[in-house]
């Protein structure tokens, strides 16, 4: 009997400590994802509506809308300019992250675009990173609007 005792006293001591282990697991995790989920990546300068045009083949260019929320989400709408041909303006969402002063916006498919980070604008980098160039110094640079 008293063996019987000690096994269970052992087990239930196992038992107990599995179990607070697992609890203190679970409030280690909620903490995280409350810090992610409550706590904006963003740095608040960086919200706020960016405008800037892209060159465009078929019309004078493309303009460009970017909307930078507060819950790392983003709306973006181009525009082209002096084309009756695409009258309706493409628009897209997703969310995104900042890692060393550069913003990556993901869309709903994958889809990745990159943009450097500087005071109140927003310069569009290719898929490897680098600046994109275009007709005119203006392309491919967005500017906050006040």
């Known amino acids: 009997m008293?063996?019987?005792c000690i096994l269970l006293?052992?087990?239930g001591s196992g038992l107990?400590?599995?179990c607070g282990n697992e609890e203190s697991g679970k409030e280690g995790h909620a903490e995280r994802k409350t810090m992610t989920t409550d706590k904006p990546m963003l740095d608040e300068s960086l919200v706020g509506t960016y405008v800037g045009q892209l060159p465009c083949a078929t019309c004078d260019a493309m303009l460009t809308s970017i909307?930078?929320?507060e819950d790392n989400s983003y709306a973006i709408s181009t525009?082209?300019?002096n084309?009756?041909?695409l009258i309706v303006p493409a628009?897209?969402?997703?969310?995104?992250?900042?890692r060393n002063e550069i913003l990556e916006l993901t869309d709903a498919g994958g889809e990745r675009t990159m943009y450097r980070i500087s005071k109140d604008q927003l310069c569009q980098l290719g898929e490897d990173g680098?600046?994109?160039t275009g007709n005119g110094k203006q392309d491919y640079i967005f500017k906050k609007q006040h």
């Not at 628009?91 to 900042?98: A, K, M, P």
């Open 2 to 4: 008293k063996k019987l």
């Open 9 to 11: 006293l052992v087990f």
């Open 16 to 18: 107990f400590a599995a």
């Open 67 to 69: 909307i930078l929320r």
């Open 79 to 81: 525009k082209a300019v």
């Open 83 to 85: 084309d009756t041909n």
């Open 91 to 98: 628009v897209d969402s997703g969310s995104f992250v900042i």
């Open 130 to 132: 680098t600046q994109l």
